[in-house]
Protein backbone atom coordinates (compact mmCIF):
# COMPACT_ATOMS: atom_id res chain seq x y z
CA UNK A 1 0.00 0.00 0.00
CA UNK A 2 2.43 2.35 1.13
CA UNK A 3 4.97 1.85 -2.20
CA UNK A 4 2.15 2.11 -4.49
CA UNK A 5 1.58 5.52 -2.77
CA UNK A 6 4.67 6.70 -3.07
CA UNK A 7 5.20 6.57 -6.66
CA UNK A 8 2.00 8.30 -7.01
CA UNK A 9 3.35 11.43 -5.03
CA UNK A 10 7.06 11.15 -6.15
CA UNK A 11 6.73 13.47 -9.00
CA UNK A 12 4.64 15.87 -7.05
CA UNK A 13 5.70 19.51 -5.87
CA UNK A 14 5.87 20.27 -2.31
CA UNK A 15 2.96 22.67 -2.11
CA UNK A 16 1.01 19.62 -3.74
CA UNK A 17 1.73 17.02 -1.76
CA UNK A 18 0.75 18.82 1.05
CA UNK A 19 -2.95 19.37 -0.35
CA UNK A 20 -2.81 16.19 -0.67
CA UNK A 21 -1.99 15.49 2.84
CA UNK A 22 -4.50 18.22 3.47
CA UNK A 23 -7.70 15.96 2.42
CA UNK A 24 -6.23 12.89 4.47
CA UNK A 25 -3.40 11.78 2.37
CA UNK A 26 -1.13 9.94 4.34
CA UNK A 27 1.10 8.30 1.91
CA UNK A 28 1.44 12.08 0.38
CA UNK A 29 2.70 13.41 3.38
CA UNK A 30 4.76 10.52 3.93
CA UNK A 31 6.54 11.66 0.82
CA UNK A 32 7.28 14.66 2.68
CA UNK A 33 8.87 13.22 4.99
CA UNK A 34 11.05 11.32 3.25
CA UNK A 35 12.20 14.15 1.34
CA UNK A 36 12.77 16.41 4.10
CA UNK A 37 13.05 14.50 7.41
CA UNK A 38 17.08 14.42 7.14
CA UNK A 39 16.85 18.46 6.68
CA UNK A 40 14.77 18.61 10.18
CA UNK A 41 16.84 15.96 12.11
CA UNK A 42 19.95 18.04 10.71
CA UNK A 43 18.82 20.80 12.50
CA UNK A 44 18.37 19.59 15.19
CA UNK A 45 21.15 17.81 15.69
CA UNK A 46 23.06 21.45 14.76
CA UNK A 47 20.92 22.66 17.82
CA UNK A 48 22.76 20.30 19.81
CA UNK A 49 20.57 17.66 19.99
CA UNK A 50 21.48 14.19 20.49
CA UNK A 51 21.39 11.74 17.67
CA UNK A 52 18.07 9.75 19.22
CA UNK A 53 16.71 12.83 20.78
CA UNK A 54 16.92 14.94 17.33
CA UNK A 55 14.90 11.73 15.52
CA UNK A 56 12.08 12.02 18.84
CA UNK A 57 11.66 15.38 18.23
CA UNK A 58 11.93 15.15 14.75
CA UNK A 59 9.26 13.00 14.31
CA UNK A 60 6.95 14.87 16.76
CA UNK A 61 7.62 17.48 14.82
CA UNK A 62 6.21 15.69 11.53
CA UNK A 63 3.29 14.70 13.49
CA UNK A 64 2.10 18.11 14.14
CA UNK A 65 2.43 19.59 10.88
CA UNK A 66 0.38 16.93 9.46
CA UNK A 67 -2.08 17.65 12.19
CA UNK A 68 -1.89 21.75 11.16
CA UNK A 69 -0.74 21.01 7.49
CA UNK A 70 -3.93 23.25 6.54
CA UNK A 71 -2.20 25.94 8.01
CA UNK A 72 0.38 25.60 5.77
CA UNK A 73 0.19 27.67 2.40
CA UNK A 74 3.03 27.61 0.57
CA UNK A 75 4.04 31.16 1.17
CA UNK A 76 7.65 29.67 2.47
CA UNK A 77 8.76 26.49 1.97
CA UNK A 78 7.52 23.17 3.53
CA UNK A 79 11.00 21.75 5.07
CA UNK A 80 11.19 25.82 6.61
CA UNK A 81 7.88 25.15 7.84
CA UNK A 82 8.66 21.80 9.70
CA UNK A 83 12.14 23.27 10.88
CA UNK A 84 10.27 25.79 12.91
CA UNK A 85 8.05 23.91 14.57
CA UNK A 86 10.89 21.18 15.51
CA UNK A 87 12.88 24.23 16.63
CA UNK A 88 10.44 25.09 19.23
CA UNK A 89 9.10 21.66 20.01
CA UNK A 90 13.30 20.96 20.90
CA UNK A 91 13.46 24.32 23.27
CA UNK A 92 10.18 23.35 24.89
CA UNK A 93 11.78 19.79 25.40
CA UNK A 94 14.65 21.43 26.84
CA UNK A 95 12.44 24.27 29.12
CA UNK A 96 11.19 20.78 30.68
CA UNK A 97 13.89 19.13 31.11
CA UNK A 98 15.18 22.21 32.89
CA UNK A 99 18.40 22.29 30.48
CA UNK A 100 17.62 25.81 29.13
CA UNK A 101 18.58 27.39 32.19
CA UNK A 102 22.07 25.34 32.52
CA UNK A 103 22.80 26.49 28.93
CA UNK A 104 22.10 30.27 29.36
CA UNK A 105 24.67 29.56 32.50
CA UNK A 106 27.02 27.77 30.26
CA UNK A 107 26.84 30.46 28.11
CA UNK A 108 29.10 32.61 30.61
CA UNK A 109 31.91 30.21 30.31
CA UNK A 110 31.81 30.19 26.54
CA UNK A 111 33.98 33.72 26.58
CA UNK A 112 36.81 31.95 28.00
CA UNK A 113 36.14 28.53 25.91
CA UNK A 114 40.00 27.70 23.71
CA UNK A 115 38.90 27.72 20.13
CA UNK A 116 40.07 25.01 18.71
CA UNK A 117 43.18 25.43 15.88
CA UNK A 118 42.32 23.24 12.97
CA UNK A 119 42.47 25.68 10.39
CA UNK A 120 44.05 23.73 8.30
CA UNK A 121 42.30 20.81 8.39
CA UNK A 122 39.17 21.16 6.02
CA UNK A 123 36.42 22.72 7.81
CA UNK A 124 32.92 21.65 7.14
CA UNK A 125 29.37 23.97 9.26
CA UNK A 126 28.99 20.85 11.88
CA UNK A 127 32.82 20.97 12.68
CA UNK A 128 32.39 25.33 12.90
CA UNK A 129 29.04 24.35 14.47
CA UNK A 130 31.47 22.49 17.50
CA UNK A 131 33.81 25.75 18.28
CA UNK A 132 30.52 27.85 19.10
CA UNK A 133 29.22 27.77 22.41
CA UNK A 134 25.98 26.02 23.27
CA UNK A 135 23.69 29.03 23.45
CA UNK A 136 25.63 30.45 20.64
CA UNK A 137 25.10 27.22 18.20
CA UNK A 138 21.48 27.23 19.77
CA UNK A 139 20.55 30.91 18.44
CA UNK A 140 22.93 30.43 15.35
CA UNK A 141 21.21 27.57 14.18
CA UNK A 142 17.52 28.78 15.20
CA UNK A 143 18.21 31.86 12.89
CA UNK A 144 19.93 30.25 10.05
CA UNK A 145 18.78 26.62 9.94
CA UNK A 146 15.71 26.63 11.42
CA UNK A 147 14.42 30.65 9.84
CA UNK A 148 13.25 31.86 12.73
CA UNK A 149 13.49 35.59 13.31
CA UNK A 150 15.29 37.07 16.14
CA UNK A 151 12.83 37.87 17.85
CA UNK A 152 10.89 34.82 17.44
CA UNK A 153 14.00 32.76 18.74
CA UNK A 154 14.17 35.48 21.53
CA UNK A 155 10.43 34.35 22.78
CA UNK A 156 11.15 30.78 22.26
CA UNK A 157 14.37 31.08 24.22
CA UNK A 158 12.92 33.28 26.45
CA UNK A 159 15.56 35.51 26.79
CA UNK A 160 15.66 39.15 25.92
CA UNK A 161 16.32 40.13 22.87
CA UNK A 162 19.33 42.07 22.90
CA UNK A 163 20.71 38.98 24.30
CA UNK A 164 19.53 36.59 21.36
CA UNK A 165 21.39 39.23 19.11
CA UNK A 166 24.82 39.44 20.35
CA UNK A 167 24.84 35.36 20.60
CA UNK A 168 24.08 35.61 17.23
CA UNK A 169 26.83 37.53 16.45
CA UNK A 170 29.10 36.19 18.62
CA UNK A 171 28.21 32.88 16.74
CA UNK A 172 28.68 34.28 13.59
CA UNK A 173 32.20 36.11 14.17
CA UNK A 174 32.94 32.66 15.65
CA UNK A 175 31.63 30.59 12.43
CA UNK A 176 33.14 33.46 9.56
CA UNK A 177 36.46 32.83 11.34
CA UNK A 178 36.28 29.27 11.04
CA UNK A 179 34.67 29.25 7.42
CA UNK A 180 35.91 32.00 5.96
CA UNK A 181 39.76 31.96 7.52
CA UNK A 182 40.23 35.25 5.07
CA UNK A 183 37.53 37.25 5.22
CA UNK A 184 37.37 36.39 9.25
CA UNK A 185 40.95 37.77 9.51
CA UNK A 186 40.19 40.82 7.31
CA UNK A 187 37.75 41.64 9.96
CA UNK A 188 39.91 40.90 13.03
CA UNK A 189 42.68 43.35 11.58
CA UNK A 190 39.63 45.84 11.14
CA UNK A 191 38.87 45.29 14.34
CA UNK A 192 42.62 45.58 16.05
CA UNK A 193 43.02 48.77 13.53
CA UNK A 194 39.42 50.57 14.74
CA UNK B 1 27.83 43.39 1.96
CA UNK B 2 30.53 41.00 2.93
CA UNK B 3 28.30 39.87 6.46
CA UNK B 4 25.55 40.10 4.21
CA UNK B 5 26.56 37.48 1.55
CA UNK B 6 28.54 35.62 4.72
CA UNK B 7 24.92 34.86 5.87
CA UNK B 8 23.32 33.83 3.26
CA UNK B 9 26.54 31.66 2.87
CA UNK B 10 25.75 30.38 6.16
CA UNK B 11 21.67 29.85 5.08
CA UNK B 12 22.76 27.65 2.39
CA UNK B 13 25.24 25.89 4.49
CA UNK B 14 22.36 24.83 6.52
CA UNK B 15 19.89 23.65 3.58
CA UNK B 16 22.39 21.58 2.24
CA UNK B 17 22.52 19.52 5.09
CA UNK B 18 23.57 15.89 4.46
CA UNK B 19 20.83 13.46 3.59
CA UNK B 20 21.16 10.61 6.64
CA UNK B 21 21.54 7.01 5.80
CA UNK B 22 18.34 6.54 7.35
CA UNK B 23 15.85 8.46 5.59
CA UNK B 24 13.54 5.80 4.62
CA UNK B 25 13.33 4.17 8.61
CA UNK B 26 12.89 7.63 9.39
CA UNK B 27 9.65 8.30 7.00
CA UNK B 28 8.29 4.36 7.76
CA UNK B 29 8.81 5.14 11.45
CA UNK B 30 7.00 8.52 10.70
CA UNK B 31 4.36 6.68 8.19
CA UNK B 32 3.41 3.94 11.27
CA UNK B 33 2.97 7.00 14.08
CA UNK B 34 0.35 8.67 11.85
CA UNK B 35 -0.88 5.09 10.98
CA UNK B 36 -1.29 4.15 14.58
CA UNK B 37 -2.47 7.60 15.53
CA UNK B 38 -5.65 6.77 12.85
CA UNK B 39 -6.45 3.81 14.07
CA UNK B 40 -6.46 4.61 17.56
CA UNK B 41 -9.16 7.97 16.10
CA UNK B 42 -11.26 5.14 14.19
CA UNK B 43 -11.45 3.23 17.76
CA UNK B 44 -12.46 6.29 19.83
CA UNK B 45 -15.06 7.51 17.21
CA UNK B 46 -16.75 3.66 16.89
CA UNK B 47 -16.81 3.68 20.88
CA UNK B 48 -18.02 7.07 21.34
CA UNK B 49 -20.70 6.30 18.30
CA UNK B 50 -21.47 2.78 20.63
CA UNK B 51 -21.87 4.68 23.28
CA UNK B 52 -24.34 7.49 22.51
CA UNK B 53 -26.22 4.76 20.80
CA UNK B 54 -26.78 2.83 23.87
CA UNK B 55 -27.61 5.68 25.80
CA UNK B 56 -29.95 6.86 23.38
CA UNK B 57 -31.86 3.58 23.50
CA UNK B 58 -31.70 3.71 26.94
CA UNK B 59 -33.15 7.23 27.50
CA UNK B 60 -36.07 6.54 24.78
CA UNK B 61 -36.80 3.17 26.92
CA UNK B 62 -36.93 5.56 30.29
CA UNK B 63 -39.12 8.41 28.44
CA UNK B 64 -41.76 5.41 27.74
CA UNK B 65 -41.79 6.27 24.18
CA UNK B 66 -44.09 2.77 23.54
CA UNK B 67 -46.18 4.31 25.94
CA UNK B 68 -46.82 7.63 23.82
CA UNK B 69 -47.11 6.16 20.66
CA UNK B 70 -49.83 4.11 22.33
CA UNK B 71 -51.68 7.22 23.70
CA UNK B 72 -51.40 8.76 20.48
CA UNK B 73 -52.98 5.67 18.78
CA UNK B 74 -55.99 5.77 20.78
CA UNK B 75 -56.21 10.07 20.87
CA UNK B 76 -56.59 9.06 17.01
CA UNK B 77 -59.50 6.67 17.48
CA UNK B 78 -60.78 9.17 19.44
CA UNK B 79 -60.81 11.89 16.93
CA UNK B 80 -62.66 9.63 14.33
CA UNK B 81 -65.56 8.66 16.43
CA UNK B 82 -65.81 12.66 17.30
CA UNK B 83 -65.61 13.24 13.56
CA UNK B 84 -67.90 10.24 12.79
CA UNK B 85 -70.73 11.33 15.57
CA UNK B 86 -70.50 15.52 14.16
CA UNK B 87 -70.71 13.97 10.18
CA UNK B 88 -74.21 12.54 11.17
CA UNK B 89 -75.17 15.69 12.43
CA UNK B 90 -75.75 18.23 11.20
CA UNK B 91 -76.20 21.46 13.66
CA UNK B 92 -72.47 21.83 15.18
CA UNK B 93 -74.15 24.11 18.04
CA UNK B 94 -76.72 21.16 18.99
CA UNK B 95 -73.48 18.97 19.19
CA UNK B 96 -71.78 21.10 21.38
CA UNK B 97 -74.29 21.63 23.82
CA UNK B 98 -75.65 18.20 23.77
CA UNK B 99 -72.90 16.33 25.51
CA UNK B 100 -69.58 18.46 25.35
CA UNK B 101 -68.42 16.46 22.41
CA UNK B 102 -66.14 19.59 20.85
CA UNK B 103 -64.17 20.38 24.00
CA UNK B 104 -62.95 16.17 23.62
CA UNK B 105 -62.50 16.71 20.12
CA UNK B 106 -60.30 19.82 21.29
CA UNK B 107 -58.43 17.66 23.68
CA UNK B 108 -57.92 14.65 21.45
CA UNK B 109 -56.58 17.43 18.90
CA UNK B 110 -54.21 18.91 21.34
CA UNK B 111 -52.76 15.16 23.06
CA UNK B 112 -52.04 14.19 19.29
CA UNK B 113 -50.51 17.32 18.66
CA UNK B 114 -48.62 16.96 21.73
CA UNK B 115 -47.65 13.19 20.85
CA UNK B 116 -45.69 14.59 17.07
CA UNK B 117 -44.03 17.66 18.98
CA UNK B 118 -42.70 14.79 21.71
CA UNK B 119 -41.65 13.04 19.01
CA UNK B 120 -40.44 15.52 16.70
CA UNK B 121 -38.50 16.71 20.57
CA UNK B 122 -37.16 13.19 20.73
CA UNK B 123 -35.97 12.84 17.22
CA UNK B 124 -33.88 16.41 17.52
CA UNK B 125 -32.31 15.44 20.38
Redesign the interface.
Known amino acids: M?GAGHSRFASLHDVELSSHAAMGE??A??EL??RH???V???LR?MGAAPAEA?DV??DA??TA?ERIAEFRGEGTF?AWVKKIAARLYLRRLQREKKLGALAVEAADDETRPQRSDADASID?DGALKALGATERLC??MC??AGLSHTEAAEALNLPLGTVKSHVKRG?DK??AR??PE?GAVAEERRSNG | MAEVDFERRLERLFAEGPELADAGAFAERVERRLDAGWTARRWLIGAAGVVGGVIGASQLMVSNLFQRVETAGDSARLISSGFNRISSQTDWLSVASAGGVGVWVAAAAAVVMMGFVLTRVIGEI
Do not use: I, W
Request: proline share 0%; aromatic share 12%.
Open positions: ARAFGVRGSARGVRDAQFLFALVTFGLLRLAS
